[in-house]
C-alpha cells in the first residue's frame, strides 16, 4: 500500500508486511526536508480473515504419468483433522473451503504405488498439486 503526504513534491511511503490482528491502526507520518516539517495522520483498517476458503485441487500420476484412479489423497490440518478425497479415474482431485494461512499435509494412499506426502502452506487457490508415484509396490 502506498501512501502520499501533501508536501511539494509529494512524497510516497511504501506500507509492507503482514497484519496479525484486525482492527483500526492510527498513525502518522512525518516529513522533512530540513527547513520544513509535516506530519499527515493516516489510519488503516484491517479486516479480520472471512470464512471463504479456497480451493485446493490437482492430479496423481504414475510413475509413467499415466492418471491413477482410486486412489485416495488425504488433506490434514496442524491440529490433525483429516480430510479425504477418491481419485476420479483420470487421477483428478479437488478439496473446496480450504482454510488460507494454514498448514497442510496431503498424502495420497494406493495399493500399488507409493507417494512423498507433501507439507503446503495455503495462501490462495491451489490448483496444480501433483504427485508422481516413486515406485509401485
Known sequence: MNLTTSLSPNIVVALDGTPTQAGIFNFAVTATDGANTNVTNYKIEILAPTSAGVLVSGRVLTNDGRG???????MTDTSGNVRSYRISSFGYFSFEDVEVGQTYV?????????FAPQVVTISDDLTDLTFVSSNSF
Not at 491413477?68 to 488425504?74: Q, R, W
Open 68 to 74: 491413477l484412479m482410486n486412489a485416495i489423497v488425504t
Open 106 to 114: 496431503f498424502q495420497v494412499q494406493s495399493k500399488r504405488f507409493s
